[in-house]
């Protein structure tokens, strides 16, 4: 979101103003530090935007991938799952960014599903 602003050269207080949020709201959400968007706020966003149904598509996944207080519950799952959720939990900040894109694509590819 934040790159789409920028590159249109749209203040982030404009943007606040328009969408009817405070800018202090928005720029938590540009920088994952605010759960994901209502239903609501992402449409609202899109149609500010007027992008096109590709980009509106990838704005919705990345609304539901944004939330950065995320839980996960491993009862019933193999060992091995919270294991793997406990040690990322205790690295995941000390992890560089080429990690996580590895790990996470890696995530993917095992589990089946597109990013």
Same mark, same amino acid.
């Given at each position: 979101m934040r790159a789409l602003r920028e590159e249109r050269g749209i203040s982030?207080?404009?943007m606040a103003e328009s969408l009817g949020v405070s800018?202090?709201?928005l720029?938590? %959400?540009e920088h994952g530090k605010r759960g994901k968007?209502?239903?609501f706020l992402l449409h609202r966003i899109i149609a500010y935007f007027n992008v096109i149904w590709d980009e509106a598509e990838e704005l919705q996944r990345l609304a539901?991938?944004?939330d950065p207080k995320i839980s996960i519950d491993t009862g019933g799952l193999p060992p091995e799952a919270?294991? %793997?959720t406990n040690r990322l939990a205790g690295a995941i900040d000390?992890?560089?960014p080429e990690d996580l894109r590895f790990l996470r694509?890696?995530?993917i590819r095992r589990s089946g599903k597109r990013r």
């Open positions: 982030l207080k404009d800018s202090a709201y720029s938590a %959400l968007p209502t239903g539901e991938i944004s919270t294991e %793997l000390k992890l560089d694509d890696e995530v």
